[in-house]
T-cell receptor, first 117, second 113 residues
């Protein structure tokens, strides 16, 4: 079974631009979560989607948004990019959500490395 | 609120030596605990997880971890280190009906020949 795939793997943007990252979960997984990884802040939770609905959101500004499609694929968008948005963005998928008896274990993709100049 | 503390940012061991990576958690409710490994330029790979079934959890690649409620710890061990174990290791916690994972800062493991 194929793992979580993320596209693109690498991206270079300039300040003020916007970017869209894509995540395809493991087949059959219904939940997708996004995390930002930076050397200074470590791994931080962005948001979680399940059945096309955002269930949970981390402490990020409104410039960060996401969505999930009916096939469980997810995209995240960052508008008006800042230098500090340079990071590895990781997507994780799980069968279900917390409280569903063990189906919430998250499996991560390889990430999209974003560099903002 | 939930949190994870991983003491130290770097651990170095000789090949064949015991690996011990420490993780302490803070949670007001029973936690679910995870160890992930990250190799350079890759995502996170799940090593093992504790979900209250058994306190000693065995994972992939010979790693195991023991949940100790009295010490609020979930340390990761491996009896004999291999060069291929060199990577960054993250401990994570989640609680209740919240799927969000809270990660520690990570520990870089180096293995000396």
């Amino acid at each position: 079974k194929a793992g979580v795939t993320q596209t693109p793997r690498y991206l270079i943007k300039t300040r003020g631009q916007q970017v869209t990252l894509s995540c395809s979960p493991i087949s059959g997984h219904r939940s997708v979560s996004w995390y930002q990884q930076t050397p200074g802040q470590g791994l931080q939770f962005l948001f979680e989607y399940f059945s096309e609905t955002q269930r949970n959101k981390g402490n990020f500004p409104g410039r960060f948004s996401g969505r999930q499609f009916s096939n469980s694929r997810s995209e995240m968008n960052v508008s008006t990019l800042e230098l500090g948005d340079s990071a590895l963005y990781l997507c994780a998928s799980s069968l279900g959500i917390a409280g569903e008896g063990g189906q919430e274990t998250q499996y991560f993709g390889p990430g999209t490395r974003l560099l903002v100049l | 609120a939930q949190s994870v503390t991983q003491l130290g940012s770097h651990v170095s061991v000789s090949e064949g030596a015991l690996v011990l990576l420490r993780c302490n958690y803070s949670s007001s409710v029973p936690p679910y605990l995870f160890w992930y490994v990250q190799y350079p330029n890759q995502g996170l790979q799940l090593l093992l997880k504790y979900t209250s079934a058994a306190t000693l959890v065995k994972g992939i690649n010979g790693f195991e971890a023991e949940f100790k409620k009295s010490e609020t710890s979930f340390h990761l061990t491996k009896p004999s280190a291999h060069m291929s174990d060199a990577a960054e290791y993250f401990c994570a916690v989640r609680t209740g009906a919240n799927s969000k994972l809270t990660f520690g800062k990570g520990i870089t493991l180096s293995v000396r020949p």
